[in-house]
Structure formats: structure tokens, C-alpha cells
């Protein structure tokens, strides 16, 4: 997930959003499109991953400068283990060096990291490195950014599922305590605010297995263009049609 290139993550303050259009305060992209960017150009694989890991460092700045408080990034999808070795290899590859390389200015920048999914399935360095940025990192406030590995929304709402059934099998629970927030509470995002918006790129309409719990209320905005030509300028696009939309959660308009 990087390349020997570092990036500057902007330093101005947050702008002011008192009487101007709604700010999401969570984020959560869908990145979608390295391989097909790589196919047209006719490159490997590889080069797309690569060129998508540029893309979230432009991603990351752009958060900061509109300040969102909370960027989740689907990085890499429990289904993404059944790609060809080799692809698999390089994905982790990728992962790793930016956990070496790069977490050290995120934290220096006041990024926070957070990592949901089953981090067991990584060899265990990367699962040490994962942690590692956790920690490093864990008192900075100015975004957090959770990456999600390995992550799968079934597999999450059945560990939740599981973990209710545990309780009340053990007479800690009563069946008629579980609510929705006893069960989000068992979630693997417990403290961390549902999405108000989801992006996804590459121009594909699904949400793919990713946060399904978390994302009954969020605003979907579907945009046609690959994941490493993913920019700024398609950063503002996403957060300006989400402040035209008028959210309420299931209730009836005024």
C-alpha cells in the first residue's frame, strides 16, 4: 500500500462550518478500480495498487482540509484473499511498507489510525505493524482514519450475532435486552460513528460486503472514476452532493 514518495498532509485549520453547507462527519470510501486503471494502460496489477495508494494519500489531505473528522477506506475485503496468490503477495507487500514508511508522518500530521477486520489472516509482522501504528497514533485527533482489512460486513454481524448469543447462553443477557445498540455494541466499530456517506468509485452501484450495518442511514454517492484518478476535485464533488440532500432517517419530510 505505498511507494517511496511521501506526502504532505495540509496544515491549515479547519474551516469554518457555522452557517455553511453541511460537513459529513465520516467518510467511507469503497476504492474500487485499481486493476481495470492498470489493464487500460496495459501495466500489471501492481501498478494500479500503487497508483490507488497515492490516491489515499490525496484522499487523506483532502479530508483534513474539509474537515472531516472520521475517513474509513476499504483496503482490502475478506473476499480479497481468494485473488491469485501472487496479487495477494503483492497487496500485502504494498500494506506493509506504508505501515513502515508512512505512519510515522500521518502521526506527526495529528492523523489518527484505526483498523477494523480480521487482522489475524496477516503474517504476523504486518499484524505487529498494524498494531504498532494503532498506538502510535491513538492520541491524535485532527482525523482518524480507519482502514479496513480483511473486513467483511457478514462476518462482523455474525461475530456480533455470536457474542449476544454467548451472553445470553451464560445468563448475562436477557433475550429481551438486546436492542440495536447492544448489538452495535458488539460490532467491531462500537465507538466510531456510522458513515454519513459512503463513496464509491469506478462507477460500480454496490456496497460490496462493507459496513451494511453501519450504513442504513448513509448517503450513497456512486462516482465514474477509477480509484487512482481519484482526486481532490472528486472529493469536493462527493461532500457537495451530499450537503444538496436532505437527511431524515426514515422520517417524513416537513
Known sequence: MASP??????????????????VAAHVAIIMDGNGRWATA???????GHRAGVEAVRRTIRSAVEHGVGWLTLY?????????????????????????????RELHEQGVRIRVIGDRTRFDADIQADLAGAERLTAANARLTVVVALSYGARAEIVAAARAVAAEVAAGRMDAAEITEESFAARLSTPDIPDPDLIIRTSGEQRLSNFLLWQAAYAELVFLDV??????????????AEYARRERRFGARPG
Open 5 to 22: 514518495a511521501h506526502s504532505q498532509i495540509a496544515t491549515a485549520p479547519r474551516p469554518e462550518t457555522s452557517g455553511a453547507a453541511p
Open 226 to 239: 477509477l480509484w487512482p484518478d481519484f482526486g481532490a476535485a472528486h472529493f469536493a464533488e462527493a461532500l
Open 75 to 103: 483496503a482490502f475485503s475478506s473476499e480479497n484473499w481468494r485473488r491469485p496468490a501472487g496479487e495477494v503477495l503483492d497487496l500485502t507487500g504494498l500494506l506493509r511498507h506504508f505501515l513502515r514508511s508512512e505512519i
Open 41 to 47: 494502460r496495459g501495466l500489471p496489477r501492481l501498478a
